[in-house]
């Protein structure tokens, strides 16, 4: 028996993601412009990075709490209060080290061997890979193209529920497709959960990432304080802070001490100087969200009405995130797709098998970057798409 062979099952059908499988093929690329990665372009801004660096020439380097310092509890709370018009104790949020560990946390707490986590697909791999560690068993509710827009079958999800069912897990608004949950949709989906008896993982990290207004619709608008709802978020996309792995479960209060022992087992808590540059994005931070969020909405005309042009691309302007999901004509295998687009268009695009088996043709762009960039990627992608039989 080979040493690998002694390892958990479940830990070794972990799948290799498909986006960083084309990220490696042409990473370093002279000239190519990385549209696979879901991050902008843009550093984090100086009064963030500057709060963490005073916190470190203040000698903050030591061991912190668990849930996370009570500042920024505070400020997340606040940001939550000011953003759905809902009061928001801080007892009810707690600090993670990326929104990625918080889903993992939410997981553990929720699922083992022979549960079930129903999600809506196609989704950011991640999630069913976490799941599927845990033991439990990712079950996908795919959303369907309707030729104009991306739509969730609601008697599908209900059919997806078994006794074995302990959450649905809905990233809204979603990556890859940009489909948003409507107001209507969000409160079906909790009175399914509530009819099962099960809990709703929301993943709202795009939530002001929409075209349409302040924020997208939320399962906070719907909720009410007894219902079985976690929530998870992250610092990494408003405020452009993706490598400082910081993010937050919410969640209710009585879940304290379990989430506290679960951080305790994992990180031990972050770090108390990257918390303090995540106060000060909260505090100092909304007009470079606004600012973000307006020139995403420009790179998604950009982008969407060049490839529209082509004629031979199923694409629509997404109603929230920063991706456009779509598909070319004739393209079957996205992910052979992408490693010919990175090497004969020099763009890099995710593949669309990385986030559903039910869209192995279709390719991820992430337009959120400077607008010559998306202008250039986009007319480059539809040079390529001519050349094609």
């Known amino acids: 028996m080979s040493l690998l062979q002694r390892l958990r099952p479940a830990a070794l059908a972990a799948p290799e993601s498909g986006i960083v499988a084309v990220i490696n093929h042409a990473r370093g690329r002279e000239g190519l412009i990385p549209l696979w990665a879901g991050e902008g372009d843009l550093s984090t801004p100086a009064f963030i990075a500057e709060a963490a660096a005073e916190a470190l020439r203040g000698g903050e380097t030591f061991y912190t709490w668990q849930r996370g310092i009570p500042e920024l509890r505070q400020a997340i709370a606040g940001y939550t209060e000011r953003l759905y018009t809902r009061p928001t104790s801080p007892e009810r949020i707690f600090v993670t080290g990326s929104g990625m560990h918080a889903i993992q946390l939410v997981l553990t707490a929720l699922a083992g061997e022979g549960d079930e986590v129903v999600f809506v697909s196609p989704l950011w791999p991640n999630f069913a ?22 739509s969730l079958d609601l008697d599908r999800l209900r059919e997806a529920i078994t006794p074995r069912t302990r959450a649905i897990f809905v990233n809204t608004p979603n990556n890859p497709t940009g489909w948003t949950a409507d107001a209507e949709t969000i409160r079906a989906i909790l009175a399914i959960a509530r009819d099962a008896g099960i809990f709703v993982v929301a993943d709202e990290i795009y939530s002001r990432f929409f075209y349409a207004g302040l924020r997208a619709p939320s399962f906070h608008d719907a909720m009410t304080d007894e219902d079985a709802l976690i929530f998870v978020n992250s610092f990494s996309k408003n405020w452009a802070m993706t490598g400082w792995r910081v993010g937050w479960i919410e969640a209710p209060v009585e879940f304290g001490q379990l989430i506290e022992n679960l951080v305790q087992y994992s990180n031990s808590g972050v770090a108390a100087f990257m918390q303090r540059g995540a106060v000060a994005a909260i505090e100092h931070g909304e007009s470079f969200i606004e600012s973000q969020v307006a020139r995403a909405a420009e ?18 302007p997404p109603n929230g995130a920063f991706y456009a999901f779509f598909a070319i004509d004739g393209v079957s295998d996205g992910m052979q797709a992408a490693l010919r687009i990175a090497d004969e268009a020099l763009v890099g695009l995710a593949p669309g098998a990385a986030f559903a088996p039910t869209t192995p043709g279709h390719l991820r762009a992430c337009f959120h970057r400077r607008l010559d960039q998306v202008q250039e990627s986009a007319e480059r992608l539809a040079e390529w798409i001519g050349r094609q039989p």
């Not at 890979?129 to 991306?150: C, D, I, K, S």
């Open 129 to 150: 890979a976490a799941a599927g560690v845990t033991g439990a068993r990712p079950v996908e509710v795919a959303l369907e193209w309707t030729g104009t827009q991306w």
């Open 299 to 316: 790179a998604r005309h950009i982008f969407t009405t060049t490839l529209a042009a082509t004629n031979r691309v199923s694409i629509a």
